[in-house]
C-alpha cells in the first residue's frame, strides 16, 4: 500500500539549529536526545519504512532569532531525493509582514513547493488574527493548501512559562475562523489537537474547506471517539503524518494496524486523500 506522509521535519543540522531553545527543553521533557542526522541518513529512514515524504521546513527567526531551516533548503533535499521525498510544506512567519508574502510567492513561484506549515505556539501568534489577513490572502491567491498546528506541543511543555508560548494560540477556534474567512483555502489540520479534539472534530465536520493529519501521537493514546468518527463521519478528511523524527515508524504502522481499520479505509488515510485533497 501507498504511504503518503504528510508531516516530516528535515531532522537534519539546519533544522535541530533553528529551533534554538526548545532543542534542549524538548530533550528534558522526552528524556532523550534531540540530535541531527545526515540527509542520506533521513532518507534511509523513509525508505526503510516504506513512505513517500513531504518535508517541513521551520522559520522562528522572529521569535527564537535563530536561522530559518529554509524553503530554499527544504526544496534542495527534494530536488535531490524525488524518489522518496514528494514535496515539501514551506514556512513563512506572518510576524515579518510583507516580507513573509514576499518568502510565500518564491517559495510557490520559483520553488514549486506544496504550501505552507504554521506553528502558532512556536511562533506566538494565532491564525485568525485579523492583521494577518494579507498573507492568507497572498497564499489564497497562489492556490496552495497550508497546514496548521492545532492542539498543545511538546515544544516548551515543562519549561517555566512554557518559553513564552501559548498553547491557547493553537485553539481549533482560530481555524474555524480563518475557514470561515477564505472559503477558498484549503486548510489541514496537523494532529489530534488535544485537549480540544472535539472542538477539531467539530470545526473538521463544519468547513468544507477544512482536513485533518493525525501526526505526533501514538495511535493508542487517540480517544476511542476521535477514532471512531475517522472511519465513519470523517473518513474522506483524514490523513496520515507522522512528525518524524517525533516518533518511530515500526510503532506507528504496528499501532495502527491494532485499531482494525478496514483496507477500504487505510488505503484513503495513507494516501487516498492525500491525492484527492492535495493532489499528491
Known amino acids: 500500500m501507498r504511504i503518503v506522509d504528510l508531516h516530516c521535519y528535515p531532522n537534519t543540522q539546519p533544522w535541530i539549529d533553528c529551533q534554538g531553545p526548545y532543542v534542549k527543553a524538548l530533550a528534558e521533557y522526552w528524556k532523550r536526545e534531540w540530535s541531527a542526522k545526515e540527509e542520506d541518513e533521513v532518507v534511509r529512514d ?4 516504506g513512505v513517500e515524504a513531504v518535508l517541513v521546513a521551520l522559520d522562528l527567526e522572529a521569535t527564537v532569532g535563530t536561522p530559518p531551516c529554509s524553503n530554499d ?3 534542495g533535499m527534494w530536488r535531490r531525493h524525488p524518489e522518496r521525498i514528494i514535496q515539501a510544506w514551506g514556512a513563512v512567519d506572518p510576524l515579518k509582514g510583507e516580507a513573509a508574502i514576499a518568502e510565500a510567492e518564491h517559495a510557490v513561484n520559483d520553488l514549486g513547493l506544496l504550501g505552507f506549515h504554521f506553528h502558532p505556539i512556536m511562533g506566538h501568534f494565532a491564525v485568525n488574527e485579523r492583521r494577518f489577513h494579507p498573507l492568507w ?6 492556490g496552495v493548501p497550508v497546514m496548521i498546528d492545532v492542539g498543545t506541543t511538546g515544544m516548551g511543555a515543562g519549561m517555566p512559562g512554557g518559553l513564552g508560548a501559548r498553547i491557547r494560540h493553537a485553539h481549533p477556534s482560530a481555524i474555524d475562523d480563518l475557514a470561515a474567512d477564505f472559503p477558498a483555502l484549503t486548510i489541514v489540520a496537523a494532529h489530534p489537537g488535544w485537549p480540544w479534539i472535539e472542538e477539531m472534530t467539530a470545526v ?7 482536513f485533518w493529519e493525525m501526526s505526533g501521537w501514538a495511535p493508542k493514546y487517540i480517544p476511542d471517539s476521535l477514532l471512531r468518527d475517522m472511519r465513519s463521519r470523517l473518513r474522506d478528511k483524514v490523513m496520515f503524518g507522522s512528525d518524524y523524527p517525533s516518533m518511530p515508524y515500526g510503532r506507528l504502522f504496528e499501532e495502527w494496524g491494532e485499531v482494525g481499520y478496514s483496507d477500504e479505509f487505510l488505503e484513503k488515510f ?7 485533497i492535495l493532489g499528491l
Open 204 to 210: 473538521a465536520l463544519h468547513k468544507g474547506n477544512v
Open 73 to 75: 533548503y527544504v526544496a
Open 270 to 276: 495513507f494516501h487516498g486523500n492525500a491525492e484527492a
Open 137 to 142: 490572502e497572498a497564499i489564497a491567491g497562489l
Open 46 to 49: 523513509f525508505a526503510e519504512a
